[in-house]
């Protein structure tokens, strides 16, 4: 079982930046690809991005590519989420998630892949 713990957010002016954190209990982090998901208000979850258990491939929604940019510490069981250009949409609570996979290289989007998930973090944009 893994437990996963956000950290990070808070509210930013648009086209500010934050950096969220993941941090991962267990040792068997790097048998999971990770994806960070949001929730914004009066709307439903949705992918943001997935980095493999490897950290060699990753996966952005179209709305961020080019701004927010993912990655992964397996010594330290975290994973990263660095937030650019930030805009007043971009007003959610963030989530990561664990996906348990076979394979090195793969990511997925759906969220009825992931097996476990944080708490939240709340980030919020102002204009």
């Known amino acids: 079982q893994v437990q996963l713990v956000e950290s990070g957010g808070g509210l930013v002016q648009a086209g500010g930046s934050l950096r969220l954190s993941c941090a991962a209990s267990?040792?068997?982090?790097?048998?999971?690809?990770m994806g960070w998901f949001r929730q914004g208000p009066g709307k439903e979850r949705e992918f943001v991005v997935a980095i493999s258990r490897s950290g060699t491939t990753t996966y952005y929604a179209d709305s961020v590519e080019g701004r927010f940019t993912i990655s992964r510490d397996n010594a330290k069981l975290t994973v990263y989420l660095q937030m650019n250009s930030l805009k007043p949409e971009n007003t959610a609570v963030y989530y990561c998630?664990?996906?348990?996979?076979?394979?090195?290289?793969?990511?997925?989007?759906?969220?009825?892949?992931?097996?476990?998930w944080g708490q939240g973090t709340q980030v919020t944009v102002s204009s």
């Open positions: 267990g040792r068997t982090f790097s048998t999971y690809a």
């Open positions: 998630a664990a996906d348990r996979v076979l394979q090195s290289t793969v990511v997925r989007r759906s969220a009825n892949d992931y097996d476990y």
